[in-house]
């Protein structure tokens, strides 16, 4: 089905609804708010990595002047955490400290500081157990156990999956191209940091407004671990100081105050410092890859074979998920007839890694584009003409039988070879600039939803009335990507009205249906089909009251520009506020509901529930960089990034959402890291808006964005994402560009000064001009599942299951023969 | 959020006054100007006076007068935009003006301090860190701990002089006035720093530094140049000043004299003397900036304390020094 | 005009006569209080944002008597006798200020979080410089982070702001 056409609202450059609020000041973040006789909690944290608690003593702190309430693991007991499969938090800590920050008791008090000093009075003792910083020592570790779940020791989940025969696909390349990478961890650094303030109303119920982008999860969590009826508690996602994936856990610092509303009868809130965010985390696993690519000459893969492995942190997290992702993407930019793909994720002693933007994909997407750089330098070939050449075909299955349906990558790569003038810069700049190369795919949310139902994903509810208004409810987050402003966009472009006049009630689980969050770049494609299908109601219901009025056949009803009239005598008509009040008194109170669940994907195979989506979206990109080569240093003055977009539902939105893709990704490609200390037990090495280095206006590139627009059947208008993968193709292409502009590989992000001069150094000494890591540690990803690729027959689900399938359908017809 | 302890706070009407309080508060009292360096460091509790004297709008602290033999006299209280964008200084010290440019960022510029800029803490990421995150590796010797986590074994501290104003003024053979209830002193800058983390400056705790004398323009030329991660709010992790008296135009004209002082890479502005030898006397041919640079490289000894690896940071002294001096033609 | 105190006890709470976007008021706080803590806390102005309270980020970014300067490393105190402009006071009579107007057209603001010290920045911005080129505009405001927007809006928002007001024509109303 081709998807709805635009009116006159979607695709142009319309004002962000929220845009008035954000620039006088009055949007309300969680920390603005404010409640008369309210109290300020400070939680306790643990200066240990990794350590028993054997007692704590809070007498000190109860008996503090202020104090109202302490709490510690004890009023806590049921854990939570965000998969069913992994409820390994707890709010406050019970037996066991994981890592330097994790929580351990709280505190509520008049003020601020008499929180803190009493959480300071609080003594605990501990007993002190092994710390485990890196997957290595994880894996030379395998006790003691930092959880008692997982799939071997101090491996909290395994993954190998196999789709095709790899080894008959490198006998029969032409060249085997292998390499390892790292990935170092980084994390969101939203500006906002973390708040939560939480009431317990006089009737006995609960309500929270916090800084998360997902009340939906966060109402679920809170339901568990107080044990209230659902229906009682109320979560308000307040407008998010940005979130990047850093706000899309339950927090513990959430479910804190919530007990501490519920204990002490008064408002509670708390405001995180800088360093708390960095505990709270949930970032970039940090990920070491290896690749192995079998090629024709000509480019052609004929198998590719994955392995990652992903320093978990302490927590489960998004973590199963992230683990697949770092395997399931890399079939849909470019055909891979054959794949294997092995990953680990290790518990370490460390702050919890999640999902950042991109989750689990910037790390493989990194490696295998440089992977293809090398291929094409071993080659002799361009390395974007042969990315060109083996494109991956639109509506198409691939090996791991992921539905690529529009697929505009062709164009992204014409589009960035133009404008960046690829062909007279790559190979042909001066010693110390360069041009790289990337491209990049990602999901328009995932197809299946984190805990298993067979719910819709995302809901909208519009209610009209005799005064012309429209409100539009929706459970979805704005975090500053623009949510409320793609919702207003589309049901006002289905009514004929301007965005401005639809009202949006957003992130609240006491008024709006369910969305499942601001994750996975789904609440464009998914919220926006959902308004659609509720503003087509609504049209539906105004259409043909005004209809009747004209005596016109409702299909010859038209509304634009806040009219609703006869197509074929425009002057015929009335304003949508006559329209309404005409409907209104047809058909009664005026509501319509709109609901959106994805296809199901054709995968079967255990872990096909990671990396099947609606839609992808599509990215080419094109860095310019100069290398000082005595120093290593790397500046990048320019990024052509071509973004397929199949339909920009707003340009303003979409394009800042590239810039700020890109922005983010330049960090990462150059100086974003979260690095810890060895020597002092693991300790965040340096939790601060100073040390951890975002880039400033003196570090960010020009862009020149391009959006390709090839609609998708499955997005709203034609609809996919913009706000995940413009970051993907960013950390490549710049190390794509260092190798062009002095001749080094730098195999690890970030691609900062020290590791270029490093490289530099050992070519200079005849060695590999390289920076990278040597290999991975030796390790087992579990039994393999084998999963044959459609074009050899496969169905989607796992080879042992098909063949008893099949088996067991020729065992029924006894007398078929 | 990250609150300031609890003090009690004085505001002098004059110089006068202020030294009598400071000298009244005891070891509980400290100067704060523009506070940028230390309302931080009292966030996070690696220092809590019990009484803050504030000197910042002491109107004699503001000044730029002639100094003493056609110099400058610059006030201790000027804010960092103020020097980056002084009429005097752009001219013929156009090395102060750059490094205070490269300060932080144009929001701090307008808060910070000549003065305090000059007797910031010095720094070390394991000390400038909140209580708690302390509290985890269980503290330092610099505070409330006995071990150096920099080096474990040692017995001083590490800390880094990490001004950018101050090796320029070590470079210019700056003077500084400090003053107090026993009397007014000028030393040089160079005077005024000690090599050691805890103990970085020789003024007494009570001393306030009134002006900084920059000397005479006589036909000497000066360049700062820094190395940081951004372009903005970061510290330097080396800061490179040369000063210099050339003789004879041209492009390798003779070097009369020379000063070569690196920042941040120890606890107090280093002069690299041996490189500053191997030019004095000589033409500054490229050969020689790069022989300069070497011979610099050799006493810097960054440690683990700071952004980036100190390999690298050791590394880039070369480049650094003979790039500056390359400036100065 | 009123100046700071000679003298401000610990822990003694005292009302001192503020003058914030005009308007003049006496507001309870302890010595100790930064700008940012009273603007927020004490007079409920919470448009001026916070993100480190360490001078690392520029999200509290407020004019005193016409310089940005960053809220939450002055004293209150230090605000006592000055003028002091925050976000709330750039709209006038009801009506944008082209710097907001601005940003509103050119999504400049996504979270929004870091819009007020934004605002605040260039607004200082041109009133000292009515039309800079962009290597200043990037210098100008180099001490605030935007985690989201790669400052590209910023720029164009700005730019537009100043052509508007060179042009002293009040942009009309979206
Ligand atoms: C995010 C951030 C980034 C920074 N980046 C840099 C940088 O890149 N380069 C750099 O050099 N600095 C940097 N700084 C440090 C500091 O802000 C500046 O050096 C500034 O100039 C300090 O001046 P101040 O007036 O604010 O000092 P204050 O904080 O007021 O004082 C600092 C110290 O000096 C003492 N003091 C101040 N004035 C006097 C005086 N006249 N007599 C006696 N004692 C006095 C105070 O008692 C205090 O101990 C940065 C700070 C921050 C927060
Ligand atoms: S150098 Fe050593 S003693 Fe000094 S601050 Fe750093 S860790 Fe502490
Ligand atoms: S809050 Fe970050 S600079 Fe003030
Ligand atoms: S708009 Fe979100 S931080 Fe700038």
Redesign the pocket.
């Known amino acids: 089905m081709a998807p709805r056409k635009p009116g006159k609202v979607v695709g142009t450059a319309y004002l962000k609804v929220d845009g008035p609020d954000k620039v006088t000041g009055r949007t309300l973040f969680a920390d603005d708010l404010a409640l008369p006789r309210m109290l300020w909690c400070k939680l306790l944290r643990s200066p240990h990595a990794h350590a028993r608690i054997l007692a704590i003593d809070t007498a000190a702190a109860a008996a503090m002047p202020g104090v109202k309430a302490v709490l510690t693991g004890r009023d806590l007991p049921t854990p939570f955490g965000i998969l069913p499969v992994s409820q390994d938090e707890h709010a406050l800590c019970p037996d066991r400290v994981r890592f330097i920050g994790d929580p351990v008791a709280a505190v509520a008090a008049e003020t601020e500081e008499q929180a803190l000093e009493a959480a300071h009075a609080i003594r605990v003792d501990y007993e002190r157990l092994p710390e485990i910083d890196s997957v290595q020592s994880a894996l030379r570790t395998p006790e003691p156990l930092i959880h008692d779940y997982g799939d071997a020791g101090n491996v909290h989940k395994r993954i190998h999956l196999e789709f095709g025969d790899t080894e008959k696909g490198f006998a029969e390349a032409d060249e085997i191209v292998e390499q390892n990478y790292f990935f170092e961890g980084n994390t969101h650094l939203p500006l906002e940091q973390h708040a939560s303030l939480a009431v317990k109303t006089p009737d006995g119920k609960l309500c929270i407004w916090s800084s998360t982008q997902t009340p939906h999860y966060l109402h679920r969590a809170l339901t568990k671990v107080l044990g209230m009826p659902a229906a009682h508690v109320r979560v308000v996602a307040c407008p998010n100081g940005g979130g990047f994936g850093g706000k899309s856990d339950p927090f513990n610092h959430e479910i804190v105050v919530a007990k501490l509303a519920l204990l002490t009868g008064r408002p509670v809130k708390i405001g995180l410092t800088r360093e708390e965010v960095f505990y709270c985390h949930r970032g970039r696993h940090p990920t070491l890859m290896s690749v192995k690519a079998g090629v024709r000459r000509d480019g052609a893969l004929t198998a590719l074979h994955f392995r990652t492995q992903l320093d978990g942190g302490a927590y489960g997290s998004y973590g199963v998920a992230s683990t697949y992702y770092t395997g399931a993407l890399q079939t849909v930019t470019y055909r891979v007839p054959r794949y294997r793909f092995e990953g680990l994720r290790a518990f370490t002693n460390k702050p919890p890694c999640g999902p950042k933007r991109g989750h689990g994909t910037p790390q493989p997407r990194f490696a295998l584009e440089v992977h293809m750089d090398r291929i094409a330098e071993r080659l002799g070939l361009d390395p974007l003409e042969m990315r060109l050449r083996h494109l991956q075909p639109a509506n198409s299955l691939t090996a791991n039988f992921l539905q690529v349906g529009s697929m505009g990558l062709g164009k992204c790569l014409e589009e960035v070879r133009e404008r960046s003038g690829w062909r007279e810069k790559h190979g042909k700049l001066p010693r110390g600039r360069g041009v790289g190369l990337a491209c990049s795919s990602y999901i328009s949310g995932a197809g299946l939803p984190i805990y298993w139902n067979a719910l819709p994903h995302s809901g909208v509810q519009l209610r009209l009335d005799r005064s012309g208004g429209v409100t539009a409810f929706c459970g979805a987050t704005d975090i500053g990507q623009g949510s409320d402003t793609v919702l207003a966009g589309c049901v006002a472009d289905v009514l004929g009205i301007d965005p401005l006049d639809v009202r949006v009630v957003t992130g609240d689980t006491d008024l709006t249906p369910v969305d499942l969050g601001s994750y996975s770049s789904r609440v464009t494609l998914m919220m926006g089909n959902a308004a659609v299908e509720a503003a087509e109601r609504a049209r539906a219901l105004v259409a043909g009251a005004v209809a009747e009025k004209l005596g016109v056949p409702a299909e010859r009803i038209a509304l634009e520009d806040r009219r609703v009239f006869d197509l074929e005598d425009p002057a015929k008509g009335m304003t949508f506020q006559e329209a309404c009040i005409a409907a209104e008194a047809k058909h009664g109170t005026l509501g319509t509901v709109g609901s959106y669940t994805p296809p199901r994907s054709p995968a079967r195979f255990r872990g096909a529930g990671v990396g099947p989506s609606p839609a992808y979206s599509y990215q080419a990109c094109v860095a310019e960089v100069e290398v000082d080569p005595e120093t290593g240093e790397v500046k990048v003055p320019r990024i052509w990034i071509a973004h397929d977009v199949g339909r920009a539902i707003n340009r303003t939105t979409t394009i800042g959402q590239v810039e700020g893709g890109v922005y983010m990704g330049l960090g990462e490609a150059l100086m974003e890291e979260m690095a810890y200390r060895g020597n002092r037990g693991v300790v965040h090495k340096f939790p601060s808006m100073?040390e951890y280095k975002s880039p400033t206006t003196r570090e960010m590139c020009e862009v020149e964005t391009i959006l390709v627009e090839d609609p998708d059947p499955n997005g709203p208008f034609g609809g996919k994402e913009a706000g995940q993968g413009p970051l993907l193709p960013v950390m490549p292409a710049v190390a794509n560009a260092v190798f062009d502009a002095v001749g080094v590989r730098v195999d690890e992000i970030p691609v900062s000064a020290p590791k270029v001069l490093k490289a530099l150094q050992r070519l200079a000494a005849g060695q590999e001009g390289r920076y990278g890591p040597a290999g991975l540690p030796a390790a087992d990803y579990g039994e393999v599942t084998r999963v044959l690729p459609p074009w050899e027959g496969g169905d989607g689900r796992d080879m042992k299951k098909q063949e008893v399938g099949a088996g067991g359908v020729r065992g029924h017809i006894p007398g078929g023969k | 959020m990250l609150r300031l302890p609890p003090f009690e706070y004085l505001r002098p009407a004059g110089l006068e006054e202020a030294i009598r309080m400071r000298a009244d508060a005891g070891p509980a009292g400290?100067?704060?100007?523009?506070?940028?360096?230390?309302?931080?460091?009292m966030k996070r509790r690696q220092?809590t006076p019990a009484v803050v004297i504030d000197?910042?709008a002491l109107p004699v602290?503001r000044g730029v007068a002639a100094g003493p033999g056609g110099g400058l006299r610059l006030g201790?209280?000027l804010r960092?935009s103020e020097v980056e964008s002084q009429r005097d200084l752009l001219a013929a010290y156009g090395a102060v003006a750059h490094g205070a440019s490269?300060?932080?960022?144009p929001l701090?510029?307008n808060?910070?301090?000549?003065?305090?800029?000059?007797?910031?803490?010095t720094r070390c990421n394991y000390y400038d860190q909140t209580f708690e995150w302390r509290r985890s590796i269980d503290f330092c010797m610099k505070k409330d701990g006995d071990t150096c986590w920099v080096a474990p074994g040692s017995p001083r501290c590490w800390a880094v002089q990490?001004?950018?104003?101050?090796p320029v003024m070590v470079a210019l053979g700056a003077e500084v006035t400090?003053r107090s209830t026993a009397g007014e002193r000028s030393i040089p800058v160079a005077a005024l720093y000690a090599d050691d983390g805890m103990k970085f400056t020789t003024?007494r705790p009570e001393?306030?530094?009134?002006a900084v004398t920059l000397p005479a323009p006589d036909g000497w030329r000066a360049v700062y140049r820094?190395v940081?991660r951004r372009g903005s709010?970061?510290?330097?992790v080396l800061g490179t000043a040369v000063w210099a008296r050339l003789a004879g135009g041209g492009p390798e004209p003779l070097v009369e004299d020379v000063r070569i002082v690196l920042g941040a890479v120890g606890s107090a502005p280093l002069r690299a003397r041996a490189a500053e030898d191997l030019l004095r006397g000589k033409p500054l041919t490229e050969e020689a900036m790069r022989a300069a640079g070497a011979a610099a490289w050799k006493p810097a000894k960054p440690m683990d304390n700071t952004d980036l690896t100190l390999g690298w940071r050791k590394d880039v002294v070369r480049p650094e020094v003979a790039r500056a001096l390359a400036e100065l033609l | 005009m009123t100046s700071p105190p000679t003298r401000a006890a610990r822990g003694r709470t005292v009302l001192h006569p503020l003058t914030v976007n005009g308007e003049t008021k006496d507001v309870p706080f302890l010595p100790h209080e930064t700008l940012l803590e009273v603007l927020r806390e004490r007079m409920g102005l919470t448009g001026t944002k916070h993100g480190c309270e360490?001078?690392?980020c520029g999200a509290c970014t407020v004019l005193v008597d016409g310089k940005p300067v960053l809220s939450c490393?002055l004293l209150a105190l230090n605000a006592v006798g000055t003028k002091v402009e925050t976000v709330e006071g750039l709209a006038e009579g009801g009506k944008l200020h082209p710097l907001q107007q601005a940003f509103v057209e050119l999504g400049a603001a996504q979270c929004g979080y870091c819009t007020p010290g934004f605002l605040m920045t260039a607004k200082a911005l041109l009133a000292d410089r009515p039309r800079p080129d962009r290597p200043c505009l990037k210098d100008a405001l180099a001490g605030n982070l935007c985690r989201c927007t790669g400052y590209l809006k910023i720029y164009e928002a700005v730019e537009l702001a100043a052509e508007r007001m060179a042009r002293e024509k009040p942009p009309r109303g979206a």
């Open positions: 100073l | 400290q100067f704060v100007a523009g506070g940028t360096d230390l309302w931080p460091n220092e000197i910042a602290l201790a209280g960092l490269t300060i932080s960022t701090l510029r808060m910070g301090t000549l003065g305090g800029n000059l007797l910031l803490d990490s001004s950018d104003l101050a400090l003024k001393e306030l530094l009134t820094k940081r709010f970061d510290f330097p | 360490l001078g690392e490393l």
